[in-house]
Nanobody, 126 residues
Framework: QVQLVESGGGLVQAGGSLRLSCVAS????????MAWFRQAPGKEREFVAA????????HYADSVKGRFTISRDNAKNTVYLQMNSLKPEDTAGYYC???????????????????WGQGTQVTVSS
């Protein structure tokens, strides 16, 4: 089992920045590919970004490309999401997720991830 705990969410003005963190415990963190998803009220959960075990491969949704950066520190069992140039449409609950393989083919398929955190809320005001 892997436990994931997100933090770093909050209220920020449009154009601002936030850094989300997701700390893992329970199993070897470096075995897992990690991802961030988000879900706004009344909308389906959508893929944001993913990173491979080593951090050597990353993948982003078109809507965040160039603004968000995913990274990881395996020594700290932590994956990060640096969010810059935030927009009101980025407002959502943000969730980290983990699975035992990395593939660009289905990186955005939420059902392929085995472990999920409880989420952290990001609200961007206009």
């Amino acid at each position: 089992q892997v436990q994931l705990v997100e933090s770093g969410g909050g209220l920020v003005q449009a154009g601002g920045s936030l850094r989300l963190s997701c700390v893992a415990s329970g199993r070897t963190f470096s075995d897992y590919a990690m991802a961030w998803f988000r879900q706004a009220p009344g909308k389906e959960r959508e893929f944001v970004a993913a990173i491979s075990w080593s951090g050597g491969s990353t993948h982003y949704a078109d809507s965040v490309k160039g603004r968000f950066t995913i990274s990881r520190d395996n020594a700290k069992n932590t994956v990060y999401l640096q969010m810059n140039s935030l927009k009101p449409e980025d407002t959502a609950g943000y969730y980290c997720a983990g699975r035992l393989y990395y593939s660009d083919y289905d990186v955005g398929l939420s059902t392929s991830y085995d472990y999920w955190g409880q989420g952290t809320q990001v609200t961007v005001s206009s």
